[in-house]
């Protein structure tokens, strides 16, 4: 007799799983630093010019679970959220401000809370 033993899969918790999700703040204007709480270096923690936070010009890949995370800037910030396909979710009062709902890459165009163009806040 003959018996064929085939392991079972453990299975995958899927609030565990990793996605790539690309961040794009390279819009903003002026540039300055982000951040994602919990998951990139923080931007109020130490001097500005040798902070390890992300700077706004770069696009960055960050390795996200699915959940709800913070994006942040010193001016503007929003909740977004990663489903448990990978795919990015955020209130539709952003749109003016934010892309990528339904994908996997996170694109910012506003550098304030409100969309419409304003005087800044430094001077040149």
């Not at 899969?9 to 899927?14: D, G």
């Not at 995370?69 to 909740?79: A, N, Q, V, W």
């Not at 448990?84 to 934010?98: I, P, R």
Request: aromatic share 12%; with cysteine.
């Amino acid at each position: 007799m003959f018996v064929s033993l085939v392991e079972a899969a453990e299975p995958i918790n899927p609030l565990l799983r990793e996605f790539s999700i690309t961040v794009d703040p390279s819009a903003l204007k002026p540039p300055t630093w982000w951040h994602v709480p919990g998951i990139t270096p923080l931007i109020w923690s130490k001097d500005p010019v040798n902070m390890d936070a992300y700077k706004t010009t770069d696009v960055k890949e960050v390795k996200l679970k699915p959940g709800e995370y913070r994006f942040g800037t010193f001016t503007f910030d929003f909740l977004f959220k990663v489903t448990l396909s990978g795919t990015l979710e955020f209130a539709q009062a952003l749109d003016q401000c934010v892309n990528g709902r339904g994908s996997e890459k996170l694109t910012i165009h506003c550098s304030h809370t409100q969309p419409y163009p304003q005087d800044p806040d430094y001077l040149q």
